[in-house]
Structure formats: structure tokens, C-alpha cells
């Protein structure tokens, strides 16, 4: 076989949502091409979310040593002794070509994430242009490497290995639901007193249960979405068992944020819910309908790609979306299965 004993350095550092995004295209690679040594470029805690990898899939971890002018040419040095036979740069950033140039000039193949940014323009100028998948653009960039990723997986494999948290062992006949109410930019969070009234509909039917999911900066503002169905579970649990808990929701409300993501990768359906930002640009979870995405559909929408602070009218208006769109779709879901 060509590629026996080949190893492809493939690059994204971050950020937790990004990593998500290339764990489809990365394990069918690895499933499709055992004979492949996968190396991922990364930070610590992302490489956590690779759960049940293939075996051909290990890490090179960017670390506080790396940094600066000496940390990156130390990175570079450390790449060059792995013996790579491709790289494929899903980051397209500052560091990540310099990287590339290094195995360029040593008559290395490299191919590069095409990230649209002229296109980006026009999704923001003009409402009726939608971009590609990012899952979609990774896979083509190893297509560019003459890397066989077909067929795609639509989940990460579970083989009942992923470590259960207490509270998991018993389900009975409960709907199971996640929410996720909070994002790294503003105009990206839906407002927490509307979310609030979401809770308490949801908290009125007997057979749901709410798990509330975010990080544990978060706990303050989550702590004041509780109800007496729900449980708090930010900064309790490793990231590994918050994917266990992922794949054994019924359903997981979130924002354009990692944890969308994150529930996408183990199967569960998400209803996603966005502001600044739309399905449009190209960010909507792996394998999720573009019918449970919840959005105003307001001219100005979207403003941004990945989303900020700010907004031109400075009310948010993108945002202010009924709560009982939301309930409304989660029980109609909830009622099919």
C-alpha cells in the first residue's frame, strides 16, 4: 500500500469548538486508513475530547515551552524528528504556516484548510449566500493529500469504555435534556431571564430532567437558572464523562458554542439556538438539521462569522426570541421518540 507506514501531522490548536469540528474528518481517516500514524497538533485539554480514538491516532501537545520565538523554533525541531509524510494544516493561522513553510522546505506535501475569508465578507453583506460545512472543508483539504476519508463517520464510536458519572446510572423512563446557556461572545448568549422561563416550562413536565452544562466560571450564572428539575453539573465532572452524560441525553439545547459540538460528536440531537451568528456561516453541529436551528432571521443577521460583543443597535434584538418557540419544538422532538 502506498501509504503504509506514513505519518500525516494534522494541526489545530484551538479553540474547544474548532477541535470538535475535526474529529469527524480525523477518525474517518483513521478508520478508513489503519495503516495511517495520525498526529494531531494540539492543546492538552482539547486532545481530552478524543474519546475512543482509533489507535492510530496520537497527540503532539503545544505547550508552555513553545512559546515565543524560541518556543516555536523548539515546536519545529520536535515536528521534524516525527518522521512526517504529509501535513495537512487545519488552522490556517500565524503559527500554523510557519509550521507548514518548515516541511514545505524539507519537500513535504502540505495542504491548507481553505477558511473562505473573502467569503466570509459576503455572508455578512449578502444574506442569501451560505458557506460550506467547516467538517466538509476538512475533509476536502485531506482529499488534497490524496487521503481516502469516505465514508464519514456520523459519531464518535462508543464502546461503553467512556467513564459514568454517579448520576447516570439510573434513567427509568425520563427525558433527559442538556442546556448549554452560555457562549464565549455576548451577542452569541441567549438572555438568561428568557432562558430562565425555558427551565421553568420545561421543569413542569414529570418526565423531564434538566442537566445544566458550562464551565466553572459559569456556576455562579447557572446556579441562577436552577429549578428543582435540574442539576448543575459545570465544574463537576472531567470532560470525558460531560461527553458520557452528552450521549445519554434525549436532546441538548445550546448556543453556537463548543458544547453544540460536542453533543453532536456522540449523536445526541441539539436544538441550537443563534444570534449574531447563523447556520449560514457555516458553524451549524455535525449531522444536526438546520430545522432545529432557532434564529431570528433578521436582516442585520448574521453580523459576524464566530461571533463578539457588540451589536450596531446595542439591543441584542437578534436575541429576542420567544421561549416558546423553544419549549414548543423541544416537546414536539421529545413526543417522536
Not at 44 to 66: A, D, G
Not at 201 to 226: A, H, R, V
Not at 262 to 279: D, F, N, R
Not at 292 to 314: E, M, V, W
Request: charged fraction near 20%.
Amino acid at each position: 500500500m502506498k501509504n503504509k507506514n506514513k505519518t500525516i501531522l494534522i494541526i489545530r490548536i484551538s479553540a474547544l469548538g474548532d477541535v470538535a469540528m475535526t474529529i469527524p474528518a480525523i477518525y474517518s481517516l483513521a478508520l478508513n486508513n489503519p495503516e495511517i500514524h495520525i498526529k494531531v497538533l494540539t492543546r492538552p485539554f482539547f486532545s481530552k475530547i478524543f474519546i475512543n480514538r482509533p489507535k492510530n491516532i496520537s497527540f503532539i501537545l503545544l505547550q508552555e515551552k513553545h512559546k515565543g520565538l524560541t518556543g516555536i523554533t523548539r515546536l519545529i525541531r520536535e515536528l521534524h524528528k516525527e518522521d512526517i509524510s504529509y501535513v495537512a494544516d487545519f488552522h490556517n493561522i500565524l503559527l500554523s504556516w510557519i509550521i507548514d513553510i518548515s516541511f514545505i522546505l524539507r519537500g513535504i506535501k502540505v495542504a491548507i484548510v481553505n477558511k473562505k475569508r473573502f467569503e466570509r465578507l459576503l455572508i455578512i453583506n449578502n444574506k442569501n449566500i451560505k458557506s460550506s460545512s467547516f467538517i466538509q472543508r476538512y475533509a476536502e483539504t485531506l482529499f488534497k493529500l490524496d487521503l481516502n476519508v469516505l465514508p464519514i463517520i456520523d459519531r464518535i464510536p462508543t464502546n461503553g469504555n467512556n467513564p459514568k458519572p454517579q448520576c447516570l446510572y439510573y434513567k427509568n423512563n425520563e427525558k433527559w435534556i442538556g442546556i448549554a446557556p452560555m457562549a464565549r461572545y455576548k451577542n452569541k448568549i441567549y438572555p438568561l431571564d428568557y432562558m430562565k422561563k425555558v427551565i421553568h416550562e420545561l421543569s413542569c413536565i414529570k418526565e423531564f430532567k434538566i442537566f445544566l452544562f458550562g464551565s466553572k466560571e459559569d456556576i455562579l450564572l447557572l446556579t441562577s437558572l436552577k429549578s428543582n428539575k435540574t442539576i448543575c453539573i459545570a465544574g463537576t465532572m472531567t470532560i470525558e464523562e460531560e461527553l458520557s452524560l452528552m450521549s445519554q441525553l434525549d436532546i441538548m439545547i445550546s448556543m453556537d458554542s463548543a458544547n453544540m459540538h460536542l453533543a453532536s460528536l456522540v449523536g445526541t440531537k441539539v436544538i441550537s439556538i443563534w444570534g449574531s451568528t447563523t447556520p449560514a456561516c457555516g458553524f451549524l453541529g455535525w449531522q444536526q438539521s438546520s430545522d432545529n436551528a432557532i434564529y431570528s432571521n433578521l436582516k442585520c443577521q448574521p453580523c459576524s462569522i464566530a461571533g463578539n460583543d457588540n451589536c450596531r443597535f446595542k439591543d441584542y434584538r437578534c436575541l429576542n426570541i420567544n421561549p416558546l418557540i423553544i419549549t414548543n419544538l423541544i416537546t414536539r422532538l421529545l413526543s417522536k421518540t
